[in-house]
């Protein structure tokens, strides 16, 4: 993944402990010398001569709840987001795809930032970019260098649709003396001859960084009794990326989301993350790689559940009829089918590069000293210490989000390089307190909030709740102490007051807007976008770009916006209050045509939020989703049964997964064999024999739907009952 370095929110929140030094934002390599990346500089903006959305203040916090910090860096992605569209339009598909991967990773590093997972528009931009970076790749021939290995995915995941003739099944080679069957047949043969080939650079990149990490990852394989040839499952999981963070939420060299991450003991904040600990998730991976072996006694069914979780392999085992991967492949999500060959073709090829015609030089192995370091310390200050740079420092602790340790970490274990010990500890042991962390501590008085102080210090509600370890609602009570981490003044906000750039006309970018009729909308007061996206049925993002809108400005009343929509609703819009429709205006297609498709018809995978109503159980939420209970909980980091009204549970959805499509028919527990179904939640004191009699069907019946190998069961396990029988 290219990694972006211009984190615009640590630009106004960076702790530093000596408090004295300014760390200037530095500029993507793409931003640096275009002028249409550059914020919007006028207080307002205009449409048709009249004002659309008002200004908001420097503060903070602004009138409108409006997070700058978070405004900023949204605003910073979607103008890459412009850009892209616009280079996609001119055919420079280079550009296209840099710049779509400079918006995802604005977000991604915005996605650590304290409570983001609640904003709105942080959500909409985020859907709103993957989706048209996917359109945008299914309709390009090859992608460059630097392309992440997610839009890499989604482009090898084209390459084996349609091949499904009797010759893709049959077995050509089995790699000898290793417990994973790595087998070569056709759709493995595909994959091997794209990285040998096309898409040859991406396994020399690959290699090149297994030298890095490699033996370390052996090493634990080994202590964790895993076969070491599923080290090479990290090729294709991040590219051997340790901060690599997925469109799907997952984070690190072996993408743990973060329920699963934590039932394996990684933790994290806003500080430090556990998931891009390399050597911390590497053992994490090794140990749910063994779980899930044992739970299906299959290694590639294991490494299909590593990717889309047990509830999906189970239920493709159901529909098939089979426990073979290669036979129910095609009742798994597109992704997930594909994943295993895709595997078996990296590591078949990156066991024996030469063999392959690739032959690259390996970056030499990360050995380091660890030192436990139990205060917040600036990581210029303990890189001056250790005789080395920030850069170092950071690639031997990529888990550090903030450019320092995080505070409340005792016994922090901070890598540094080899051979520094003796004279890190020396320098170190040297060190004032003033220096070594900058901390205020705020006394709170009576009457005030979170919100208050946070205003008072200009930093986030979320960044003092965390710093705390309390929640943002928390009543506080006077008397006691906070801690306030010491942040930067917001330089990029007040720049524009000391150096004001030329004003630029507005970029009115008809996102989308390909074949449809042009309306135009007053606002009245009280709209917002967000009512507006779903009333015309249009997305939030295409609204601010249709009219150039940015993040942190409120629509103001009477004045007029553009919006596109599908020719065949125009007449029912016609009647509605403030809305006029320009029936001569069709926007043609711009530049050369392209395979569009309406986003509610595409393949995407995505997460919602459900929040658990009073009497509902992991097994009702399951079955409204068309997932399994056990998926919820590895999802959310949950061990027991219990859950709570009002608790919120993240859901991962698969709109081509056949479980959800059934899930989403008239009468969802109709099965593919038009057999009624229901899921039966393992309680304490529970045998096969008592749930059989239960629902009056055999043991042997049970443990062929479920393809259960022996009588064993655990609490809370989730089990497929066939009510009117099956086979």
Same mark, same amino acid.
């Given at each position: 993944?290219?990694?972006?370095?211009?984190?615009?929110?640590?630009?106004?929140?960076?702790?530093?402990?000596?408090?004295?030094?300014?760390?200037?934002?530095?500029?993507?390599?793409?931003?640096?010398?275009?002028?249409?990346?550059?914020?919007?500089?006028?207080?307002?903006?205009?449409?048709?001569?009249?004002?659309?959305?008002?200004?908001?203040?420097?503060?903070?916090?602004?009138?409108?709840?409006?997070?700058?910090?978070?405004?900023?860096?949204?605003?910073?992605?979607?103008?890459?987001?412009?850009?892209?569209?616009?280079?996609?339009?001119?055919?420079?598909?280079?550009?296209?795809?840099?710049?779509?991967?400079?918006?995802?990773?604005?977000?991604?590093?915005?996605?650590?930032?304290?409570?983001?997972?609640?904003?709105?528009?942080?959500?909409?931009?985020?859907?709103?970019?993957?989706?048209?970076?996917?359109?945008?790749?299914?309709?390009?021939?090859?992608?460059?260098?630097?392309?992440?290995?997610?839009?890499?995915?989604?482009?090898?995941?084209?390459?084996?649709?349609?091949?499904?003739?009797?010759?893709?099944?049959?077995?050509?080679?089995?790699?000898?003396?290793?417990?994973?069957?790595?087998?070569?047949?056709?759709?493995?043969?595909?994959?091997?001859?794209?990285?040998?080939?096309?898409?040859?650079?991406?396994?020399?990149?690959?290699?090149?960084?297994?030298?890095?990490?490699?033996?370390?990852?052996?090493?634990?394989?080994?202590?964790?009794?895993?076969?070491?040839?599923?080290?090479?499952?990290?090729?294709?999981?991040?590219?051997?990326?340790?901060?690599?963070?997925?469109?799907?939420?997952?984070?690190?060299?072996?993408?743990?989301?973060?329920?699963?991450?934590?039932?394996?003991?990684?933790?994290?904040?806003?500080?430090?993350?556990?998931?891009?600990?390399?050597?911390?998730?590497?053992?994490?991976?090794?140990?749910?790689?063994?779980?899930?072996?044992?739970?299906?006694?299959?290694?590639?069914?294991?490494?299909?559940?590593?990717?889309?979780?047990?509830?999906?392999?189970?239920?493709?085992?159901?529909?098939?009829?089979?426990?073979?991967?290669?036979?129910?492949?095609?009742?798994?999500?597109?992704?997930?089918?594909?994943?295993?060959?895709?595997?078996?073709?990296?590591?078949? +090829?990156?066991?024996?590069?030469? @063999?392959? #015609? !690739? =032959?690259?030089?390996?970056?030499? *192995?990360?050995?380091?000293?660890? $030192? %436990?370091?139990?205060?917040?310390?600036?990581?210029?200050?303990?890189?001056?210490?250790?005789?080395?740079?920030?850069?170092?420092?950071?690639?031997?602790?990529?888990?550090?989000?903030?450019?320092?340790?995080?505070?409340?970490?005792?016994?922090?274990?901070?890598?540094?390089?080899?051979?520094?010990?003796?004279?890190?500890?020396?320098?170190?042991?040297?060190?004032?307190?003033?220096?070594?962390?900058?901390?205020?501590?705020?006394?709170?008085?009576?009457?005030?909030? +979170?919100?208050?102080?946070?205003? @008072?210090? #200009? !930093? =986030?509600?979320?960044?003092?709740? *965390?710093?705390?370890?309390?929640? $943002? %609602?928390?009543?506080?009570?006077?008397?006691?102490?906070?801690?306030?981490?010491?942040?930067?003044?917001?330089?990029?906000?007040?720049?524009?007051?000391?150096?004001?750039?030329?004003?630029?006309?507005?970029?009115?970018?008809?996102?989308?807007?390909?074949?449809?009729?042009?309306?135009?909308?007053?606002?009245?007061?009280?709209?917002?976008?967000?009512?507006?996206?779903?009333?015309?049925?249009?997305?939030?993002?295409?609204?601010?770009?249709?009219?150039?809108?940015?993040?942190?400005?409120?629509?103001?009343?009477?004045?007029?916006?553009?919006?596109?929509?599908?020719?065949?609703?125009?007449?029912?819009?016609?009647?509605?209050?403030?809305?006029?429709?320009?029936?001569?205006?069709?926007?043609?297609?711009?530049?050369?045509?392209?395979?569009?498709?309406?986003?509610?018809?595409?393949?995407?995978?995505?997460?919602?939020?459900?929040?658990?109503?009073?009497?509902?159980?992991?097994?009702?939420?399951?079955?409204?989703?068309?997932?399994?209970?056990?998926?919820?909980?590895?999802?959310?980091?949950?061990?027991?049964?219990?859950?709570?009204?009002?608790?919120?549970?993240?859901?991962?959805?698969?709109?081509?997964?056949?479980?959800?499509?059934?899930?989403?028919?008239?009468?969802?527990?109709?099965?593919?064999?038009?057999?009624?179904?229901?899921?039966?939640?393992?309680?304490?004191?529970?045998?096969?024999?008592?749930?059989?009699?239960?629902?009056?069907?055999?043991?042997?019946?049970?443990?062929?739907?479920?393809?259960?190998?022996?009588?064993?069961?655990?609490?809370?396990?989730?089990?497929?009952?066939?009510?009117?029988?099956?086979?």
């Amino acid at each position: 993944m290219i990694k972006y370095i211009n984190i615009l929110f640590l630009t106004f929140l960076l702790i530093g402990c000596t408090g004295k030094e300014t760390i200037k934002p530095i500029k993507s390599p793409t931003a640096q010398n275009d002028s249409s990346q550059n914020f919007i500089q006028s207080s307002h903006s205009t449409i048709n001569g009249d004002t659309l959305y008002s200004e908001t203040t420097n503060d903070t916090t602004s009138e409108n709840g409006v997070d700058p910090i978070v405004a900023q860096s949204l605003e910073s992605a979607r103008k890459h987001y412009i850009t892209a569209l616009r280079a996609e339009t001119d055919g420079d598909s280079t550009r296209c795809a840099n710049e779509f991967e400079f918006a995802i990773n604005i977000l991604n590093d915005l996605s650590y930032y304290p409570g983001i997972e609640k904003n709105q528009d942080f959500n909409d931009l985020s859907l709103s970019i993957v989706e048209d970076y996917g359109l945008y790749i299914a309709n390009i021939d090859s992608l460059g260098d630097q392309t992440s290995i997610f839009a890499l995915r989604e482009k090898l995941n084209q390459l084996l649709e349609g091949e499904d003739s009797p010759e893709q099944y049959r077995t050509r080679e089995v790699m000898p003396g290793l417990t994973v069957p790595l087998v070569i047949n056709g759709f493995v043969q595909i994959y091997m001859d794209y990285f040998t080939g096309r898409g040859k650079h991406h396994m020399e990149r690959w290699v090149k960084r297994s030298g890095k990490y490699f033996p370390m990852m052996k090493r634990i394989f080994r202590e964790e009794n895993v076969p070491e040839e599923l080290i090479y499952l990290s090729m294709i999981e991040s590219g051997l990326n340790p901060v690599a963070r997925s469109w799907a939420k997952a984070v690190g060299i072996w993408q743990f989301i973060k329920g699963t991450g934590k039932l394996y003991g990684l933790e994290g904040n806003w500080w430090y993350e556990d998931r891009r600990n390399v050597e911390k998730a590497t053992r994490a991976a090794a140990q749910h790689l063994r779980d899930l072996y044992n739970d299906f006694g299959d290694w590639h069914l294991a490494i299909a559940s590593y990717n889309s979780g047990p509830g999906r392999v189970r239920s493709a085992m159901r529909r098939s009829g089979t426990s073979v991967f290669w036979f129910l492949r095609k009742n798994l999500p597109l992704e997930t089918r594909n994943y295993v060959p895709q595997y078996i073709a990296a590591a078949v +090829i990156a066991m024996n590069p030469e @063999k392959f #015609g !690739i =032959s690259v030089e390996r970056d030499l *192995e990360l050995i380091y000293d660890v $030192v %436990k370091i139990d205060q917040c310390v600036d990581l210029r200050v303990l890189a001056e210490c250790a005789s080395t740079d920030v850069d170092i420092l950071q690639e031997l602790n990529p888990e550090l989000l903030q450019l320092c340790t995080p505070p409340g970490y005792s016994e922090f274990e901070l890598k540094i390089p080899k051979g520094s010990i003796e004279g890190f500890n020396e320098k170190f042991a040297q060190l004032p307190d003033e220096k070594k962390r900058d901390w205020a501590v705020h006394l709170i008085k009576k009457g005030e909030t +979170i919100g208050k102080i946070a205003k @008072k210090y #200009g !930093i =986030s509600s979320y960044v003092i709740a *965390e710093a705390n370890n309390i929640s $943002v %609602k928390k009543k506080l009570s006077s008397g006691q102490s906070l801690l306030i981490p010491v942040s930067l003044k917001m330089n990029l906000l007040a720049s524009k007051d000391e150096a004001p750039a030329k004003k630029q006309k507005s970029v009115k970018r008809k996102v989308d807007a390909r074949g449809k009729t042009k309306i135009t909308y007053k606002v009245k007061s009280g709209d917002t976008l967000s009512e507006l996206a779903e009333r015309f049925d249009v997305r939030i993002s295409d609204l601010r770009n249709w009219n150039d809108i940015a993040y942190g400005r409120q629509l103001k009343a009477n004045a007029t916006i553009e919006i596109f929509i599908d020719a065949n609703k125009s007449e029912k819009l016609a009647a509605a209050e403030n809305v006029q429709i320009d029936q001569s205006q069709i926007v043609a297609d711009a530049g050369k045509k392209i395979k569009k498709s309406s986003k509610k018809n595409l393949n995407k995978s995505y997460w919602t939020n459900h929040v658990v109503r009073s009497g509902e159980s992991f097994f009702t939420i399951a079955k409204k989703y068309g997932v399994t209970s056990q998926d919820i909980k590895n999802w959310n980091g949950i061990r027991s049964n219990k859950i709570m009204p009002g608790q919120e549970l993240e859901i991962y959805l698969v709109s081509e997964n056949p479980v959800v499509a059934e899930a989403k028919t008239k009468n969802p527990v109709q099965t593919a064999k038009g057999k009624r179904t229901i899921e039966h939640q393992v309680k304490k004191g529970d045998s096969l024999y008592q749930i059989a009699a239960q629902y009056k069907i055999s043991v042997a019946q049970i443990k062929n739907w479920n393809n259960f190998r022996s009588d064993k069961i655990t609490v809370g396990q989730v089990i497929v009952i066939y009510l009117d029988g099956g086979a």
